[in-house]
């Protein structure tokens, strides 16, 4: 079981900035959802963190949203037992109350901010938001030029693979699954972020038997995808979460009744068993008179794709280096006494006392 969860809800892809705030933190949803508005580093994250900790300690589940560009920092937090959340409304992702009073609250952190410290730093702040933004533009750019070199690769394999013998192999392991009906919910644990990939181990955790799926060439996303079909089919409860360089393929699923993960590895030759109940080795699946044909033209794309992804990663950690700077101004004018009464008076109306 799912003791602690803890998932991105957003995705920095090679198609651009992709959110799910919208179905994740849908007012409607909730008897409360607090709307925070404020700068970068002025507490918004501590505030979600001090609410959901005071909650587990009242013995309630936390689920977790982490920031996909700072994974150190929260863009939300829900807890289904008191119908409550929080989440960061500002952006990249900009969130207004849709039915304020009645479902969601606003809450506005520029009360507590020093303007006259700020309009000090205003030089600071314009140059660095600018060139935040300008980094994360060019990154994102990049992103999509590796993108397209990886779907190139991804169709070359797939012209090397035996479709029906991987079709097979995905039925039988949805076959062995046994679970309640519920169907397939996106929960996504990794992110491209400042600090590279990130992947979270909600998941790892939970399971009680864990599955590689060693890739051969971008085959294993073929494979997960195939899994996926066939689990829906089957109208199984899981959940899966999806590749953050090409959102259209599933890298992994977690199973919660039956307590498996199945995961994308690397090549079969450079996967550590310890930590794994089996491997699936992609190359029993891709026809090598095939691949043969079709090598040099896959190592071009690989090599692009790889090449443009360093360059993107290169550029969105210059970027998290500039918020990192930004932080720090703000940090300096902030009234952080009176954003923890605040929060102490949220988690107290919460939590009754």
């Known amino acids: 079981m799912l003791k602690t969860e803890k998932y991105f809800a957003a995705m920095n892809t090679s198609g ?30 501590s505030m979600m963190r001090r609410t959901a900790e005071a909650a587990e300690k009242k013995g309630h589940k936390v689920c977790y949203y982490y920031c996909s560009s700072d994974p150190g920092s929260l863009d939300g937090i829900v807890i289904p037992s008191l119908s409550f959340g929080m989440l960061d409304g500002t952006s990249p992702h900009l969130t207004d109350p849709k039915y304020p009073g009645a479902a969601d609250i606003l809450f506005d952190f520029y009360p507590f901010f020093d303007a006259a410290k700020l309009k000090k730093r205003r030089d600071d702040i314009i140059s660095l938001t600018d060139k935040c933004s300008l980094l994360h533009k060019k990154s994102s750019s990049y992103r999509g030029y590796a993108g397209a070199a990886a779907r190139e690769a991804l169709n070359i394999v797939s012209s090397c693979v035996d479709g029906e013998k991987m079709t097979a192999a995905a039925r039988r392991e949805a076959e062995q699954i046994k679970g309640a009906a519920g169907g397939a919910e996106h929960r996504q644990i990794s992110a491209f972020s400042a600090k590279g990939k990130i992947t979270l181990d909600t998941f790892e955790k939970a399971a009680e038997k864990t599955v590689g799926v060693c890739d051969e060439h971008g085959s294993a996303y073929l494979f997960m995808n195939k899994l996926k079909e066939e689990l829906k089919k089957k109208n199984v409860s899981f959940f899966y979460s999806l590749d953050t360089l090409l959102p259209e393929n599933c890298e992994a699923v977690f199973l919660p009744d039956a307590c498996v993960y199945y995961r994308v590895t690397g090549r079969m030759a450079d996967t550590d068993r310890n930590g794994f109940a089996k491997l699936i080795n992609m190359k029993r699946f891709v026809r090598a008179d095939k691949l043969k044909d079709v090598r040099k033209r896959l190592r071009i794309c690989e090599n692009i794709k790889n090449t443009l992804g360093e360059q993107s990663e290169r550029l969105i950690r210059e970027a998290g280096a500039a918020h990192d700077r930004l932080e720090a101004i703000y940090k300096t004018a902030v009234d952080f006494d009176g954003v923890k009464a605040e929060t102490d008076g949220i988690i107290k109306a919460l939590l009754k006392g």
């Open 16 to 45: 651009g900035f992709i959110s799910c705030f919208d179905k994740i933190f849908d007012p409607a949803k909730f008897d409360t959802l607090y709307v925070i508005k404020g700068g970068p580093g002025t507490g918004k994250s």
